[in-house]
């Protein structure tokens, strides 16, 4: 049996990584607090990671190869109250969106309108607010409140994937 688990666990100085928690709480106007926590960096399928109080709480997103943006996973989304870079869907969307499925801008009733074209963002269900996967955007803000057809978020992490189900 491959157990998946995280691989090249190293403790960290909160100096070590000031200047992605400076980054990321800027981008998204929250204070993550983590001078105080115990803090990891680990790799994950082919994802690297900080984990946090054992947690894997921020996660590097990829899009092209080099370029890659600090966000928190959804269990930091859980952690840290952030009120920017969402996209609100109906429940139709939400079993869909549970196998991994891409989001159709047809699902999204609601989205923070500062959101462009190739921005991580994360995805909640329109009643409770509670996030549901990561993704990169497909469309603006506005346009994926607009949108019919088509897909508006790329989805790269969810609630029940092999990150989420992972038992730190």
Known sequence: MNEKRL????PLRFKQIKAISSEIEARLNVPLNLSSSFLEEAHFEGVDLIVVDRLPRLMKLEK???A???????????????DLNWAEVDHGAIPFLMNGAD???AGIQNSDHRIRKGDPVWIRDESHGRPLALGWALMDGEEMDN???????QTVHWIGDDLWSLDS
């Open 68 to 82: 890659g943006v600090w966000f928190p996973t959804l269990r930091g989304l859980l952690t840290w109250d952030i």
């Open 103 to 105: 989001c159709m801008a």
């Open 147 to 153: 949108a019919k057809n088509g897909k508006g978020i």
């Open 7 to 10: 691989r090249r666990r190293t």
């Open 64 to 66: 092209d190869e080099g």
